[in-house]
């Protein structure tokens, strides 16, 4: 079946530790995507990546690291220069970056708790 | 910038139907998708309106108008199973990303 997955679904960490975030996908999509959910709140784009080898920032950037080297893969550091990073993050791909970016297919989510 | 509004909370009963509406404000509008998030899940994609009118796909319509950068879900049949967190999303900017409102919990009574 193809899917996002994104491991693991819960994280534990200290403050002050780098953390990074799997995400990999079998769809054959060009575009990936990371957002971040806080409680009770909408989705905000953290980075994108239309291409391998190519990432933009999104609108919460700051904090965060990301690379694309495989087409299935989009893999997102939590850098200890994240302020508040406790959060649900969600990975997401679609089909063609622009085009048909409006349908975007998510993975299940890591919840990360850092103390 | 760009801004969005959806009502926080919506409450019906099974087999009724409830609309969720959405306002935005924002350059480069492309079009308006409505995502679905059930507790502790993924978002899941339920519609997209690139033109204004009416789309329907089952149980779920949604309406555009770009002239009232106004869009809204229609859920008709409620069911328990409707129970969850829609977001509506516009499309836009040169990169044409999505960005969010903050969602509508929409809960069904029996």
């Known amino acids: 079946d193809g899917g996002i997955t994104q491991s693991p679904k819960y994280l534990f960490r200290k403050e002050g530790q780098n953390v990074t975030l799997s995400c990999e996908q079998n769809?054959?999509?060009?575009?990936m995507y990371w957002y971040r959910q806080d409680p009770g709140q909408g989705l905000r784009l953290i980075y994108y990546s239309q291409i391998v080898n190519d990432f933009q920032k999104g609108d919460i950037a700051e904090g965060y690291s990301v690379s694309r080297e495989k087409k299935e893969s989009f893999p997102l550091t939590v850098t200890s220069a994240q302020k508040n990073p406790t959060a649900f993050y969600l990975c997401?791909?679609?089909?063609?970056?622009?085009?048909?970016?409006?349908?975007?297919?998510f993975g299940p989510g890591t919840r990360l708790t850092v103390t | 910038g760009q801004s969005l509004e959806q009502p926080s909370e919506v409450t019906a009963v099974e087999g009724a139907i409830v609309q969720i509406n959405c306002t935005y404000q924002t350059s480069g509008f492309y079009g308006l998708s409505w995502y679905q998030q059930h507790d502790g899940g993924a978002p899941t994609f339920l519609s997209y309106?690139?033109?204004?009118g009416l789309e329907e796909t089952g149980r779920f319509s949604s309406f555009l108008s770009r002239s009232d950068s106004y869009g809204y879900l229609l859920l008709q049949e409620l069911q328990m199973k409707d129970s969850a967190s829609y977001f509506c999303?516009?499309?836009?900017?040169?990169?044409?990303?999505?960005?969010f409102g903050s969602g509508t919990q929409l809960t069904v009574l029996p």
């Open positions: 999303a516009v499309k836009s900017g040169s990169a044409r990303q999505l960005t």
């Open positions: 769809l054959n999509h060009d575009a």
């Open positions: 309106n690139g033109l204004d």
């Open positions: 997401a791909s679609s089909i063609r970056p622009g085009l048909r970016s409006y349908e975007q297919y």
